[in-house]
């Protein structure tokens, strides 16, 4: 599959995707039993695992978003976390699930809970679609729940993009060859 300038090639598709979900629902649901936690999305890759979440979570609980980024359209991180959306929501004294697309270095995902603990959160967790155990630069001892561990490839589907493209696909892909500038 080519998306813009580079080539992908399937890496898991949409059926395993929603198994995965489903357990990690499981999971949440019971380890948040009896607690009302408030979700939150870090868009914009998020959104379509947030959507598909949260529909199998049947404890009471919250919904909300935060916007972060470190790609810009490549296929690197630029290190630099810039911050778009701010959280708008109080979370003090609540049990805090982080929601993201993937974790890679984990920088992002580091900042961002050590912000979230200034409001004094009861708790944080975080889950994640994809994590790459072998590009992790932060030990994140928060980060109890992850769809899928992939190796260190660059990734597109299911949230994911490349200079924006390729989030609505079903499947996640990886790249397999670069045509143009990366």
Not at 104 to 114: Q, S, V
Not at 128 to 155: A, D, H, Q, W
Request: net charge negative; hydrophobic share 40%; glycine share 8%.
């Amino acid at each position: 599959m080519r998306i813009d300038d580079l080539e992908f090639e399937p890496l898991i598709e949409q059926e395993t995707i929603a198994e995965r979900i489903n357990l990690l629902s499981v999971e949440l649901n019971a380890d948040y039993a009896g607690k009302t936690p408030i979700f939150i999305g870090v868009l914009n890759g998020s959104f379509l695992f947030v959507a598909d979440l949260i529909k199998q979570i049947t404890i009471p609980c919250e919904v909300t978003f935060t916007k972060l980024a470190s790609y810009f359209g490549g296929t690197s991180t630029s290190r630099k976390i810039r911050e778009d959306i701010d959280l708008s929501v109080d979370i003090s004294g609540r049990h805090v699930i982080i929601v993201e697309d993937i974790v890679d270095t984990g920088n992002t995902l580091a900042y961002l809970i050590e912000k979230l603990k200034l409001s004094n959160p009861a708790s944080i967790t975080a889950c994640s679609m994809l994590l790459k155990p072998g590009k992790l630069e932060t030990s994140i001892e928060e980060l109890r729940y992850v769809g899928f561990e992939i190796e260190n490839e660059f990734v597109v589907g299911y949230g994911l993009d490349y200079k924006e493209l390729g989030r609505n696909l079903k499947d996640i892909y990886r790249l397999t060859s670069t045509t143009g500038e990366v």
